[in-house]
Nanobody
């Protein structure tokens, strides 16, 4: 089974930046897509961004909220995906989860993704 470990969350003021990191360990052979979902208190888990991690490499998908502020990237040598978050807003406050699967399956249904990390909290104050 896969193990995904997130880090990089924290508390920042509106307009600030954070960089989230997710490291995949164990048997990573089957991973072809990694991404980020978030879940605010009392809300459903929603997709933020995904990136293809095997050939053809690099295809990305962003939510409308993330598209012009966040950047997802992947380091294949380290089995690591990053989410650079700039110009953070209070509505970005959520638990951010790293997800992985054999293929990217969009952002609309988190239940489609097979492997998950434990989450890292992001809190943005106004």
């Amino acid at each position: 089974p896969q193990q995904l470990s997130e880090s990089g969350g924290g508390s920042v003021e509106a307009g600030g930046s954070l960089r989230l990191t997710c490291v995949a360990s164990g048997n990573t052979y089957y991973i072809g897509c990694m991404g980020w979902f978030r879940q605010a208190q009392g809300k459903v888990r929603e997709g933020v961004a995904t990136i293809r991690t095997r050939t053809p490499l690099g295809s990305t998908d962003y939510s409308d909220s993330a598209r012009n502020r966040f950047t997802i990237s992947h380091d294949s040598a380290l089995n690591t995906v990053y989410l650079q978050m700039d110009n953070l807003e209070p509505d970005d406050t959520a638990m951010y989860y790293c997800a992985a699967d054999r293929f990217c399956k969009g952002l609309g249904d988190h239940q489609l993704y097979e492997w998950w990390g434990q989450g890292t909290q992001v809190t943005v104050s106004s």
